[in-house]
């Protein structure tokens, strides 16, 4: 039960995250177009955000010892998510405007929009290593099975974003679902209390002091 | 309930309300210059483009909008039912009249954006004018360019590739007329990307092959503008058949240094080598000149719709008399009457801040202040100017003002009423009046009798310098010489021509 929480919020955060670099570009076609820099520019920040929230994650994780931290990473992003459309449309208008001529005009508006929602969702992944970490000797494998499976979460979030929810529900929608996902995960695990394994069974235990 | 669950619920509760509360914001339909009365029929998002039908009762029209961009717009009067009243429209008839929902609009042939009308010449320039055409289009856009061949040619078949299958939906289910014709085997619809399409229709005979797909940036697709392309798109042709390309661009941009150079030529530049370096050895231009456009105040620097035809077969004035007389006498929409479909619009006008208020339509100030239309004073037209547009213009501060007046009280609940709320200094009332039968005719009739000449508009003396003959005595100041070769390999064309 434990682990499939761990993974189900993997991939929910996976899939959300993915999305909103195929919505993201859309959010930005009507100011930008649709050229190659689009494409450049959102992937810089996606893949930028992930590595800051790798790092910042890391720490996050070294210093806790349970799921709720995790609950307000993931809460946090589900609110960016739902007030995405309050904003999002002006400010690449804006930027649009400001700096529509300039091949960077772009990416500052990709960073402004997006770096902080997929930020928080690229510290998610070292979060859940600390959650899910159970023994030395296995470590490998278990983290090696969270980013399978978080990343299965990425390829349905550009997969069915594409294919099905662009085509049926409009931008905004989509991100208001997905911010409603997104809560609703972060209010779980702020009702379910999750204690990080490696506190509850030292992988070694600790030794008596050998005295000094 | 632990504290934090809550704060997390009521945060969550907060956001949810507010993203919803605001979900529903559209891409700019109430800039300045546009009809007050213009209202959203439906709006649809795609992987491609976020999409909305617009109409405008005064302004006439139902124009396809990627995002604010306009692809296109039919007039909504005269309606399809008004066309097949004619006895002469016969071939637009269906066998049962068709059902419209109530509050939807079933919009004729009669275009409402400029390019549209020249869709024909494309057919009229071919080394005979085909019987039965057959006619590729790639990227559908609003449809109403299939209509305005479908209206002169009762017995073409078009073939209309598009990429987005959203929009093919788009354009069957709030225009009656294409949906009919698609239902008559005139009109077919593919879902699919054009470059593996076209491909693939090699030895096809097609009359006509027209290239008007645009992205939502308002940028050629790179795939869709290369050498390559090109010729595959020539390898569909029949004997004699012509490639037609809507490109926006301009002739050129002058520095403060006295030359020519910027982004947007080249891409009507590049059009031209590519497509001659594609073995469509003849291209012709023809700059498309919009209300207000005089011919001999052609500005090279503003961005516009060209048309660029080419084919295998001589096409320059010069050369091709023959179809340069079938443009000169072609007579488009004959069977409709000007003075009939007119639309009246006033604004504001801010001569100081070079700013203007949103449309709005004649009626709701003449209705309330009639002294208003007996105070504007005409615009005279310029030689050779495009007819279709009368303006007309009036400074009386008083007047001006209890217009203003007039608008702010009559406009329905929900107009955009921009720039109507005072009435600055410098401020002068514009009226602009537009026969839509007129403006197929007049834009026809002055953008092809520019075109007609050779020592602007000879692909030979615009572009260069690799690939034409030798160029002294040809006007400088028209010569792209920066004019690039688009290919597989340098595919640059996604320039932003805005």
Not at chain 1, 170 to 191: D, P, Q
Not at chain 2, 30 to 51: I, N, W
Not at chain 2, 443 to 462: C, M, Y
Request: proline share 6%; glycine share 10%.
């Amino acid at each position: 039960m434990r682990l499939f929480a761990i993974y189900a919020t993997s991939i929910t955060c996976g899939f959300c995250l993915m999305a909103l670099e195929i919505l993201g570009a859309r959010v930005l076609y009507p100011s930008f177009g649709s050229s190659i820099d689009v494409w450049a520019a959102i992937i810089t920040v996606f893949i930028l955000s992930l590595s800051i929230g790798y790092v910042i994650g890391g720490r996050i994780a070294d210093r806790s010892t349970n799921n709720r931290p995790l609950a307000w990473i993931v809460l946090g992003s589900g609110i960016l998510y739902l007030t995405l459309p309050i904003y999002a449309l002006r400010v690449s208008e804006a930027l649009g405007d400001a700096m529509g001529q300039m091949r960077f005009g772009v990416l500052v508006a990709g960073l402004v929009l997006f770096l902080l929602p997929s930020l928080l969702l690229g510290m998610i992944s070292p979060v859940l290593v600390k959650l899910v970490f159970v023994s030395a000797e296995r470590v490998g494998r278990t983290t090696g099975m969270l980013y399978a499976v978080g990343s299965v979460g990425n390829v349905f979030g550009i997969l069915v974003t594409d294919y099905i929810l662009l085509e049926h529900v409009r931008i905004n929608s989509n991100l208001l679902w997905m911010g409603g996902l997104l809560c609703v995960t972060g209010l779980l695990h702020l009702a379910i209390r999750m204690q990080a394994s490696a506190e509850q069974q030292p992988a070694v235990p600790v030794a008596p002091s050998q005295g000094a | 309930m632990d504290r934090q669950v809550l704060y997390g619920l009521i945060l969550t509760v907060a956001a949810a309300a507010a993203g919803i509360a605001f979900r529903d914001q559209h891409y700019r339909l109430d800039v300045g210059g546009l009809p007050a009365d213009q209202r959203v029929v439906d709006h649809r998002d795609s992987p491609y483009t976020g999409m909305t039908w617009v109409t405008s009762p005064s302004n006439n029209y139902l124009q396809l909008r990627f995002f604010e961009m306009v692809e296109g717009g039919v007039c909504v009067s005269p309606s399809w039912s008004d066309l097949v009243a004619d006895p002469r429209l016969a071939h637009l008839k269906p066998a049962q009249p068709p059902v419209i929902a109530t509050g939807e609009l079933d919009p004729g042939t009669l275009n409402n954006s400029a390019y549209i009308s020249f869709f024909p010449a494309g057919l009229l320039l071919n080394r005979t004018v085909p019987e039965k055409p057959r006619v590729l289009v790639v990227g559908l856009g609003s449809g109403v360019g299939i209509a305005q061949i479908a209206h002169h040619f009762p017995t073409a078949v078009v073939d209309v590739v598009d990429i987005d299958p959203a929009v093919i939906r788009m354009v069957r289910d709030h225009y009656p007329l294409m949906a009919w014709l698609e239902s008559q085997g005139r009109v077919n619809f593919i879902a699919r990307d054009a470059r593996a399409y076209v491909r693939a229709q090699r030895g096809q005979g097609y009359h006509l092959v027209i290239l008007d797909a645009y992205t939502a940036g308002s940028t050629i697709p790179p795939h869709l503008m290369t050498r390559e392309f090109f010729a595959e798109c020539g390898a569909t042709l029949a004997e004699g058949g012509l490639v037609f390309a809507n490109i926006i661009g301009c002739y050129g941009e002058q520095d403060a240094d006295g030359t020519w150079r910027g982004a947007k030529r080249r891409v009507v530049g590049g059009a031209l080598r590519t497509f001659r370096a594609a073995g469509l050895d003849n291209a012709w231009v023809i700059p498309v000149l919009h209300a207000g456009d005089r011919p001999g105040s052609f500005d090279r620097s503003s961005a516009r719709n060209n048309i660029v035809i080419c084919g295998k077969h001589e096409l320059s004035p010069a050369r091709f008399d023959a179809g340069w007389s079938r443009l000169r006498d072609w007579v488009p929409f004959p069977e409709l009457q000007p003075g009939r479909h007119v639309s009246r619009q006033y604004q504001l006008i801010d001569r100081k801040a070079n700013t203007g208020s949103t449309f709005v339509p004649a009626a709701w100030i003449d209705a309330v202040v009639p002294a208003v239309a007996g105070a504007m004073k005409s615009v005279p037209l310029g030689e050779g100017t495009p007819a279709h547009t009368l303006g007309s213009i009036a400074s009386d501060r008083a007047l001006l003002e209890q217009a203003a007046q007039a608008v702010r009280t009559s406009a329905p609940a929900g107009s955009q009423l921009r720039g109507w709320d005072e009435v600055p200094a410098n401020t002068e009332l514009y009226l602009r009046t537009i026969d839509w039968v007129l403006f197929p005719r007049e834009t026809w009739r002055t953008s092809v009798a520019f075109a007609r000449q050779t020592d602007k508009h000879d692909p030979e003396l615009l572009v260069g310098p690799v690939d034409g003959p030798e160029r002294d005595g040809a006007p400088q100041s028209w010569y792209m010489s920066d004019a690039p070769l688009f290919t597989d390999q340098t595919p640059n064309a996604d320039i932003v021509n805005r």
